[in-house]
């Protein structure tokens, strides 16, 4: 059962536009969310993330915005840059029964930004 | 060093043998994990330890062990490796009480 899902196995856009990276989560016990970068050769870099409480959260040109109702949470890209080509994962936690240490990842979604 | 170290970067491994991929931080952190990522599915949490002493199975830990004997310290050891087992493996750690985790470079085991 795959409790965190990024449908868009890759994603190509325009340098300039912006990426709108999408996923999805089931599991309502989930209170915190966070998006890694990932390029090829190395572990994976913290991004952003973003609590319950709230719906939005800017660093940047990377915002992430929760949907609590509908399960959804996207990062948008604002301007794409071509050094922003990478795999992106979505990832969440659950503050209850003493699970709060423990990351669920989604599969991730390959961005290339072209120039 | 800064970080997590992991060694060795990459192995070559014959079926039935035994291996520790090693993984050491410098932050103090409370929490470790070892993830394998493999093509199409992602990040899996194989073993965690949420401080030193104790250690608890994530999603895949069949075929794998682990141990925390101080803080900085998290082997992941391979007692009789399977060709199933190639993949890329990440350690990473965390404070604990925050949710951000922090990774390792990867060690990339191919066993034949």
């Known amino acids: 059962d795959q409790q965190v899902k990024q449908n868009s196995p890759s994603l190509s856009v325009q340098e300039g536009r912006i990426s709108i990276l999408n996923c999805d989560y089931t599991n309502s016990m989930f209170d915190y969310f966070l998006w890694y970068k990932k390029y090829p050769a190395e572990g994976p870099t913290f991004l952003i993330s973003?609590?319950?409480?709230?719906d939005k959260n800017e660093d940047g040109r990377f915002t992430v915005f929760l949907n609590k109702s509908a399960k959804h949470l996207s990062l948008h890209i604002v301007p794409s840059q071509p050094g922003d080509s990478a795999v992106y994962f979505c990832a969440a936690s659950s503050n209850s029964g003493g699970s709060n240490y423990k990351l669920t990842f989604g599969k991730g979604t390959l961005l290339t930004v072209n120039p | 060093i800064a970080g997590i170290t992991q060694a060795p970067t990459s192995q070559i491994l014959a079926a039935g043998r035994r291996m520790t991929l090693r993984c050491t931080q410098d932050m103090r952190h409370n929490a470790m994990y070892w993830y394998r990522q493999d093509l199409g599915l992602g990040l899996r949490l194989i073993h965690y330890s949420n401080t030193a002493g104790t250690t608890g199975k994530g999603e895949v830990p069949d075929g794998y062990s682990v141990s925390r004997a101080n803080t900085d310290d998290f082997p992941l050891t391979l007692a009789s490796a399977v060709p199933s087992q190639t993949s890329v493996y990440f350690c990473a750690s965390s404070e604990g009480q925050g949710h951000e985790q922090f990774f390792g470079p990867g060690t990339r085991l191919t066993v034949l």
């Open positions: 973003i609590s319950s409480i709230k």
